[in-house]
């Protein structure tokens, strides 16, 4: 899909660029200067998380189960209104198990929504995804951790 950014955008896209390669890398440091103090993050099939040491958490844990090998954005939309940029994505994904287990390919729908600082800097705030594939079907740390215990 072709979508067209202003240069004001473009410094955005960015910023979710350095996101998904610091997912995609596992770089929590990285990742966590990308994020707003407040942010709010809305996995799926799991709570909401307030806060970057609740998103810190969240997110080590899931690089214990998981390795990204694969991030594909299929979608892309994106409005700002005033210091505030709201963005709409769709992704394909694939993840390995890092215990065991055949790759895990998804299909991601992504809604974030990026505050501008006032440095000019812009911080993920609020992040909710899914998964179009079903519940069980590997993509979960929590499922996984249980599918894989001693």
Same mark, same amino acid.
């Given at each position: ?5 202003? =240069? #004001?955008?473009?410094? &955005?896209?960015? +910023? ?5 390669? %610091? ?5 929590? @440091? ?43 954005? =299929? #979608?892309?939309?994106? &409005?700002?209104? +005033? ?5 709409? %994505? ?5 993840? @390995? ?54």
């Amino acid at each position: 899909m072709m979508v067209t950014k202003s =240069t #004001e955008q473009n410094a &955005t896209f960015n +910023g979710t660029l350095e996101f998904a390669n %610091a997912m995609k890398d596992s770089d929590s @440091e990285k990742l966590f200067r990308l994020l707003a103090d407040d942010v709010v993050f809305m996995p799926p099939a799991d709570r909401t998380l307030n806060g970057k040491s609740e998103v810190k958490e969240w997110v080590d844990d899931y690089f214990q189960y998981f390795r990204i090998l694969e991030l594909d954005q =299929t #979608e892309m939309s994106s &409005t700002i209104l +005033g210091d505030t940029l709201v963005e709409r %994505a769709a992704v394909s994904v694939k993840l @390995e198990p890092k215990k065991d287990g055949a790759p895990i390919y998804d299909e991601t729908r992504i809604l974030s929504v990026w505050r501008r600082h006032t440095d000019g800097s812009w911080k993920l705030w609020q992040l909710i995804w899914n998964s179009i594939k079903p519940i069980g079907a590997g993509t979960n740390r929590f499922l996984v951790r249980f599918m894989n215990r001693e």
